[in-house]
């Protein structure tokens, strides 16, 4: 396994904030997941110097950028010396000078025309070198953020909420010129943003942040279907997602009471009474077929079910249900299936929560 590129792990403190970092990454796309307040700009910012931790310490290919232990003695290395591309969410672009002038501010030398003009081009914006920010549209004005980080060659590029104020078509375009531009560079990136569509378009791995710490990090899709506790869950927007009490635990599986409704989920050691956060997949609760025999596999967590939500979507379609303690399901399914059933809002139903599919993450 190769060298991480970046190591850090450190802690900052700032008006009573205290964030806690512990991150180890190669040359992938790794996205900072988590709501407004959690520490994810924060943790970009002392990467690149402009937030100073109190211990720690922060090594990109080898090279220290901070390092503080107990005895107080520092290492501290400024930002314009680190080689960090940082684009930030406002742009942060000089409202006085043109796009190319903007590229390559922090240019010198002989080497600075012909970089400026391959990084317009590479940007699809040659014909916009002569013109100011206010003159530009939100993309292009990205498109010149990004190419400013970049100017620079850096080590490592830091990205903060980089499509939020854009459109749709706009921000899968620039999307899929961030992941041609890391194909191209082979360059550690670090993405912040609270969309769960954008961290699965661009990212490779996520690490979701909750009150400034690191809850989880892993491959994007493990850590969406495999949360290691209720934040992760909450945070990252799983559905059917709901807090129970351990009726028993026994081998063929454990009881849960859910505001009443008792429901089997696979064995588990866990205390009598103690409170749990449980979730299921909207794919893996059914509609049961009132002609039709049970067969074993939807047996357990039978339940009725009122139907107060039904929409097409792409791929198929989402049904919503009110069960019979008030709180609601979100079931999913392909276009073809229960095309026999007359669902419609109002209607009532049988579902089956599947046993097997049924996920408890502790409290």
């Known amino acids: 396994m190769p060298e991480p590129r970046l190591l850090a792990d450190f802690v900052v403190e700032r008006s009573g904030f205290r964030l806690q970092v512990s991150l180890h990454m190669g040359t992938e796309i790794l996205v900072l997941f988590g709501p407004s307040g959690s520490g994810k700009t924060t943790t970009l910012n002392a990467l690149a110097g402009l937030v100073a931790p109190v211990r720690g310490h922060i090594v990109l290919d080898g090279e220290t950028f901070f390092a503080r232990g107990e005895d107080g003695r ?3 290395v400024p930002p314009r010396q680190r080689r960090i591309g940082y684009v930030f969410q406002d742009y942060a672009l000089f409202p006085h000078l043109t ?33 100011y920010p206010h003159q530009l549209s939100g993309g292009q004005q990205q498109r010149v953020a ?17 499509f939020a ?25 670090i993405y912040v943003t609270h969309r769960l569509e954008d961290a699965f378009a661009v990212g490779q ?13 892993g491959p994007i899709t493990e850590v969406f279907h495999h949360p290691a506790n209720a934040h992760v869950a909450a945070i990252i927007g799983i559905p059917n997602l709901f807090q129970a009490r ?25 205390p009598h009474g103690v409170e ?88």
């Open 205 to 217: 791995r996520l690490a979701v942040m909750h009150e400034g710490r690191l809850e989880q990090v």
């Open 276 to 363: 749990v956060t449980a979730y299921i997949r909207p794919e893996d609760v059914k509609i049961l077929y009132p002609d039709r025999p049970i067969v074993e596999a939807v047996r357990d967590n039978q339940v009725p079910a009122r139907i107060v939500e039904l929409r097409a979507q792409p791929g198929g379609h989402l049904v919503r249900a009110r069960l019979p303690n008030g709180h609601e399901v979100e079931i999913r399914y392909g276009p073809h299936t229960y095309t026999t059933l007359p669902l419609q809002i109002g209607g009532d139903v049988r579902l089956v929560l599947r046993r097997e599919a049924l996920v408890v993450l502790g409290t």
């Open 146 to 162: 990004i190419a400013r980080a970049l100017a620079m060659r850096p080590r490592l590029l830091l990205l903060d909420e980089p």
């Open 74 to 76: 520092t290492l501290w």
């Open 99 to 131: 796009a190319a002038d903007n590229i390559g501010f922090a240019l010198r030398g002989p080497e600075k025309a012909p970089r400026v003009r391959e990084l317009l081009e590479r940007m699809h914006l040659s014909h916009l070198a002569d013109r």
């Open 246 to 270: 351990v009726i028993q635990a026994q081998a063929d599986g454990l009881w849960l009471d859910w505001a009443g409704l008792t429901l089997l989920a696979p064995p588990q050691a866990l």
């Open 165 to 189: 104020a854009l459109d749709v078509a706009i921000r899968q375009h620039l999307q899929h010129d961030l992941l041609s531009l890391h194909h191209e560079l082979n360059l550690p990136i």
